[in-house]
């Protein structure tokens, strides 16, 4: 089992930053793949940014140039600095880890956070 807790979510301005954090417990050896996911209010669920075991990324084009995906293996945690923000960026992000590899689907991820509350406004 695996247990993943975000934190980091909060209020920013347009243009602001904010980090966030995953930090991953449990059977940790076994996961093979992280990501971030955001979900807008009455929107599908998207994915934001991955990274494997070795510290390869992608990103979503919404994102890219802006959001930073990276994993501290001594920490067990991988954080997405996320800055120059924008209100379109409001949502609930989530932390996802899967034990296979790369899931193509969300659904095939094997273990979720509970995910953190991200509002940019002015």
């Known amino acids: 089992q695996v247990q993943l807790v975000e934190s980091g979510g909060g209020l920013a301005q347009p243009g602001g930053s904010l980090r966030l954090s995953c930090a991953a417990s449990?059977?940790?050896?076994?996961?093979?793949?992280m990501a971030w996911y955001r979900q807008a209010p009455g929107k599908e669920r998207d994915v934001v940014a991955g990274i494997v075991t070795s510290g390869s990324t992608n990103y979503a084009d919404s994102v890219k140039g802006r959001f930073t995906i990276s994993r501290d293996n001594a920490e067990n945690t991988v954080y997405l600095q996320m800055n120059s923000l924008k209100p379109e960026d409001t949502a609930v992000y989530y932390c996802a880890a899967a034990l296979t590899g790369k899931p193509r689907l969300d659904y095939e991820y094997d273990y979720w956070g509970q995910g953190t509350q991200v509002t940019v406004s002015s």
């Open positions: 449990g059977s940790i050896f076994s996961i093979q793949y």
